[in-house]
């Protein structure tokens, strides 16, 4: 359930998201319950193993608003008992006070958008929080009887050395977060970010230094006992976020919301991602879905393959030719030799995965395995 509203829109981000708009947020609460019952009608009683708020900042909106949504997923879908229940959040928008009532209105993990504990980082991306308030934020999490709390960080910032970047890893380890996603920084088409960096007031890291610092980044979080699950995702056993986990093994989730995405019975659709229209389709009794494809074919096979390999698990080759018909063993045997010998890629049994040095250049290898349509 996408929620796009934010304080303050950050210079990287590229999610559908809108700043000053909290005027809507009650419309938006009415149009977005409309299109799960929408869906309720058009899927039938799924059964849910995950609801995930996110955003956008969710915890701009009350704990009862929240709440609220929750309840009405509830009672239209079968949400599975021991389902978890994730709402990211930002410090600076939560209190004590709000993250006890979130956990009583059934929220049982929170996603913590950290990015960096150091305060000048923090206004060079745009941030509406301190390093102070963040630290506070995923200790109050813990006091709110949180076990699952995930906190979120952003490296190779512009000016950031090597020695702040470990800095910040090592003072959110101390906060003994249950999951870590460290993420670099992207440059995106279209944010003020990128307009900086083609102005040439922001220079980014060099790639070779990015790889590198990436590969201290896997080596300190695997040393404090996180193991690395996904290209960014790293977790005790046990406490892998499952949500996420769906869209990397490529399977079906409802997306809700202005700008969701949902891949179901192999479609993948996309509502439209503006505000207005989004309000304006569900007030007219119509579908909010802007974009709609059908997957199929090749094209399914690649989304498998390209989502599969980001796995620290990896690819399962047997399941990929009972769920494609495609063999990928078979069809590019001589390029996995390859990527085996450069080190990129392993055999394990029936999997491929990727090794540490191939995981930063996940895409890469996957344009090199990728199928052709068939003849």
Known sequence: MHVPFCVRKCGYCDFYSVASREHLIDAYMRALKAELSHARREVGPLSLRSLYLGGGTPTVLSTDLIGGLLECAAELFDVAADAEITCECNPGTVTPTSLRELRAAGVNRLSVGVQSLRDDELRSLGRVHTAEEARDTVLSAREADFANVSVDLIYCLPGQTDGAWEATLDEALALAPSHVSAYCLQIEDGTPLAERVARGEVIPLPEEAQAARYGRTVERLERAGFRQYE??????????????????????????????????????????????????????????????????????????????????????????????????????GVEIARLEAEGWVTRRADRLALTTAGMPVAGEITARLALDEEE
Not at 236 to 257: D, F, I, M, S
Not at 285 to 310: D, F, I, K
Request: hydrophobic share 40%; aromatic share 8%; with cysteine.
């Open 231 to 332: 290209v960014s995702n790293f977790a005790p056993p046990g406490a892998e976020c499952r949500h996420n986990l769906v869209y990397w093994r490529n399977e079906p989730y409802l997306g809700a919301g202005a700008g969701a995405w949902s891949f179901l019975n192999g479609e993948r659709r996309q509502n439209a991602a503006d505000l207005d229209a989004y309000l304006g389709a569900l007030a007219a009794g119509e579908s909010p879905v802007a974009y709609r494809e059908r997957c199929t074919g090749v094209q399914a096979a690649n989304e498998t393959l390209m989502m599969g390999l980001r796995l620290r698990e990896g690819l399962d080759l047997v399941a990929f030719v009972a769920r494609h018909g495609r063999d990928l063993t078979a069809e590019r």
